[in-house]
């Protein structure tokens, strides 16, 4: 039974299956990318490639002008915390045309005989409802809008992610790891360096840091780095702000451990307990700051017996939020986009900024909240 659902999640983690011959995921050109840079192949939540699953890809155009391409709609509804109040607009690949089309009014097939891309059940999408129908008395399934779709999605993430998961550690990690230790010249890897799997999946092949890889090797060896290697690294830096798997950032809602180098933490004191919270980044933590109450608290500014620790960019270590200096304006994103950038000397600070067309530096207490809520735009 166990190596029934092994086999189950493989197919599902690679979208194969026994109708992949039938019905192929893989782009029949060159499929429609609106990512930018180097990474734009490859789905920045799971590192698949775009190209092998394009007939189930969703993009989101966002309103500061990012473009975001995702191998699924469960990939999508992974990023959906962080993206939700700035999205423009969603696009998913009409699965016959294989154009980009508005996923809200897309006809969706869920549950046909074709396996899903990283969750169980398929949903496979269309531009007009004829050939939904179509599909669906040859595969089966039934016939849904995006909203059904999406909450579909949501609703199964977590069984879903556990699947992927315990496929992911029977299988992908080893070979990664056995790629990476047989492959890779170690000392040229600098995991703080990535904001996402995609971009450092386009860094290891640009960079030729390990060799000529196949794409699943390839893909192999990101999962390992990211999901592996990466949280150990910063776990036994015993320097670093440790957050705990199961924390969530009380502003956006995402998994703040999956973002370590980004990470901050703000401790104080409420109704005679002690409070700490930890923020995928300083963005979400001074949003906090400014107005506890707007974020299910009943705590108002100022916050009693309050200290702030924030991640220095380039030491990954945690400094004091209140002395560090924060620069603003760079070519430097993090997870929820324009970030306070935090350093612990003013040099480091200036050296980067300098390195990445930032527009200034900023001590703590010049931060207000309008500015704060600027970096959104």
């Known amino acids: 039974m166990k190596k029934m659902f092994l086999g189950l999640a493989l197919s599902v983690l690679l979208g194969l299956g026994a109708y992949a011959q039938e019905f192929t995921k893989v782009a029949s050109g060159e499929p429609e990318l609106i990512q930018e840079g180097k990474s734009k192949m490859w789905c920045p939540i799971c590192g698949m490639n775009l190209k092998m699953f394009y007939k189930t890809s969703h993009a989101v155009k966002l309103k500061d002008g990012i473009n975001k391409q995702y191998c699924s709609i469960r990939c999508l509804a992974v990023d959906y915390p962080s993206i939700e109040g700035k999205i423009d607009s969603i696009l998913v690949t009409d699965a016959k045309s294989e154009k980009l089309i508005d996923a809200k009014k897309a006809y969706y097939v869920a549950g046909s005989k074709v396996p899903g891309t990283m969750t169980k059940v398929s949903k496979i999408a269309f531009s007009s409802e ?112 440790q957050v705990g798997e199961d924390e969530k950032c009380p502003v956006c809602g995402m998994f703040v451990a999956k973002y370590p180098r980004w990470a901050a933490r703000m401790s104080y004191k409420a109704k005679d307990k002690d409070v700490s919270l930890a923020f995928d980044g300083v963005k979400d933590m001074l949003k906090f700051y400014f107005n506890p109450s707007k974020w299910g608290t009943y705590e108002k500014q100022p916050l009693d017996k309050l200290t702030i620790m924030v991640t220095d960019y380039y030491t990954q270590e945690a400094i004091d939020g209140k002395k560090a200096f924060y620069v603003l304006g760079s070519d430097v994103y993090g997870p929820m986009g324009k970030e306070f950038i935090p350093f612990g000397t003013k040099s480091s600070a200036e050296t980067f900024m300098k390195d990445h067309k930032a527009q200034t530096i900023l001590e703590f207490l010049k931060i207000d909240e309008e500015l704060v809520y600027k970096q959104d735009k």
Not at 158 to 177: N, R, V, W
Not at 183 to 206: F, M, V, W
């Open 130 to 241: 004829a050939d939904a129908k179509n599909f669906a008395a040859q595969y089966g399934g039934n016939i849904i809008n995006f909203d059904k779709a999406f909450a579909m999605a949501k609703e199964s993430l977590k069984d879903d992610m556990a699947m992927t998961l315990q496929s992911k550690q029977k299988m992908m990690y080893p070979m990664g790891q056995k790629v990476y230790e047989k492959s890779c010249k170690k000392e040229a890897i600098h995991l703080h360096n990535y904001n996402r799997i995609n971009d450092l999946k386009a860094g290891i092949k640009t960079n030729g840091t390990c060799g000529t890889l196949e794409e699943k090797e390839l893909q192999a060896l990101a999962l390992y780095l990211w999901e592996v290697k990466r949280f150990d690294e910063h776990k036994h830096n015993k320097k670093a702000i």
